[in-house]
């Protein structure tokens, strides 16, 4: 079952229901295991059951919980437990760890630090900005990097520190964390964020890293960005009509359609179409055109269906406002977005959340906390059956 809802994490979309059958059944099977394991009774041997046992006893004593992880992080024996497993069940028991106890846990492990502040999202932990600053000037780029991406949604992390040019030189060479230094100046609204991110796009070569700064660009729906996401559907079919999507504008939907005539891209550019106008594209009838004897000229399918969707586009077109940018058909707002996000899981998320947070223009912890809101309404529906058990 962790097999299969892995599986689906790594779709672009998957709905939200499905996973949430799989994370109950989970959930059902580890009370079991664990109260039965509590009452005596013999259990299949299980690496698991060794992982879930301290952890759901963590429930009632947080510091048990960071002492056992403490001991894991900082063992010898790098093979005595699977750290992806662990990080598992951390997620499925996120009230054993206060974010006090976890950044003490921060301040005693050497190893695996880029982990823990994935951790830290993942389970709503605030740190300091201390903690963080210690990390992002780290030797280790896998903790400095996973610092810095925690830090882009904390709200009390402040314009600043996105912006301080001597924070951007640490990442003089990576492309991925730049785009998190951007991604937090744009979340905060700070000045000319849009046109920096212009300049570096056009500073570094396009199998560089490029796709993350892009995105940022799609998501400010600023009309001006919309020639590098043109360009970019051109070297990057498979990924470039998404970012469309994500712009909303009216011109983003024109650019679509001119698309749609160039067989690399027109697949791509049916799903964008989907996603931003809640719309099925308008697929012409080629056997009509066929069965004409008279038509000496007949359009490939891919141009008539261009056509079709510019006749559909020009009745709707008075509907969209050209400030406006949309999503699935409507107008975004943050209520919009945020149902959105609540409707859909895979890697379709980060983009929804991103959409809501610069629609509202407010940094908050909630995506990590709506990351694991699906196990903890699971563990409602089942605890009435274990947690005496287990307690």
């Given at each position: 079952?962790?097999?299969?809802?892995?599986?689906?994490?790594?779709?672009?979309?998957?709905?939200?229901?499905?996973?949430?059958?799989?994370?109950?059944?989970?959930?059902?099977?580890?009370?079991?295991?664990?109260?039965?394991?509590?009452?005596?009774?013999?259990?299949?041997?299980?690496e698991w059951l060794a992982l879930i046992t301290p952890l759901f006893d963590?429930?009632?004593?947080?510091?048990?919980?960071?002492?056992?992880?403490?001991?894991?992080?900082?063992?010898?024996?790098?093979?005595?437990?699977?750290i992806d497993k662990v990080a598992i069940v951390v997620q499925l028991i996120p009230e054993a760890f206060q974010s006090d106890s976890y950044e003490k846990l921060m301040d005693s492990v050497e190893h695996n630090r880029g982990l823990l502040f994935r951790w830290a999202s993942l389970?709503?932990?605030?740190?300091?900005?201390?903690?963080?600053?210690?990390?992002?000037?780290?030797?280790?780029?896998?903790?400095?990097?996973?610092?810095?991406?925690?830090?882009?949604?904390?709200?009390?992390?402040?314009?600043?520190?996105?912006?301080?040019?001597?924070?951007?030189?640490?990442?003089?060479?990576?492309?991925?964390?730049?785009?998190?230094?951007?991604?937090?100046?744009?979340?905060?609204?700070?000045?000319?964020?849009?046109?920096?991110?212009?300049?570096?796009?056009?500073?570094?070569p396009t199998n560089a890293g490029q796709y993350e700064l892009i995105r940022l660009l799609a998501l400010s729906s600023d009309e001006k960005c919309l020639p590098v996401l043109r360009q970019y559907c051109e070297t990057e079919p498979d990924k470039g009509p998404?970012?469309?999507?994500?712009?909303?504008?009216?011109?983003?939907?024109?650019?679509?359609?001119?698309?749609?005539?160039?067989?690399?891209v027109a697949h791509s550019a049916v799903q964008a179409w989907?996603?931003?106008?809640?719309?099925?594209?308008?697929?012409?009838?080629?056997?009509?055109?066929?069965?004409?004897?008279?038509?000496?000229?007949?359009?490939?399918?891919?141009?008539?269906?261009q056509q079709a969707a510019k006749k559909w586009w020009y009745a709707q077109k008075a509907n969209w406002s050209n400030n406006m940018a949309m999503w699935q058909g409507k107008p975004r707002t943050a209520e919009l977005l945020k149902q959105e996000y609540s409707n859909y899981r895979g890697r379709i998320t980060q983009d929804l959340w991103d959409m809501k947070l610069l629609t509202s223009r407010i940094v908050s912890h909630e995506p990590a906390q709506l990351r694991i809101s699906y196990f903890e309404q699971c563990q409602s529906a089942v605890t009435s059956s274990f947690i005496g058990e287990t307690a």
């Open positions: 079952m962790l097999k299969q809802r892995s599986s689906l994490l790594k779709r672009h979309a998957v709905e939200s229901t499905t996973l949430r059958s799989i994370e109950q059944r989970v959930l059902t099977h580890w009370y079991a295991m664990v109260s039965a394991h509590n009452m005596g009774e013999s259990v299949s041997d299980d963590a429930k009632l004593n947080s510091a048990a919980g960071i002492d056992w992880l403490k001991t894991v992080f900082n063992s010898t024996d790098k093979n005595a437990v699977d389970l709503g932990c605030s740190l300091s900005q201390e903690c963080i600053n210690r990390s992002i000037h780290s030797d280790d780029p896998i903790e400095r990097a996973s610092a810095l991406r925690y830090a882009v949604y904390q709200s009390s992390v402040p314009v600043s520190f996105f912006t301080d040019k001597t924070n951007h030189q640490l990442s003089r060479n990576r492309p991925d964390e730049l785009a998190d230094w951007f991604h937090g100046a744009l979340l905060r609204n700070a000045p000319a964020a849009v046109e920096q991110i212009l300049q570096t796009v056009s500073e570094i998404w970012l469309l999507a994500l712009h909303g504008l009216p011109t983003a939907i024109e650019l679509l359609i001119d698309l749609l005539n160039q067989p690399t989907r996603w931003l106008t809640a719309q099925p594209l308008p697929f012409a009838d080629i056997q009509e055109q066929i069965k004409s004897v008279k038509q000496t000229n007949i359009q490939l399918p891919h141009e008539a269906n």
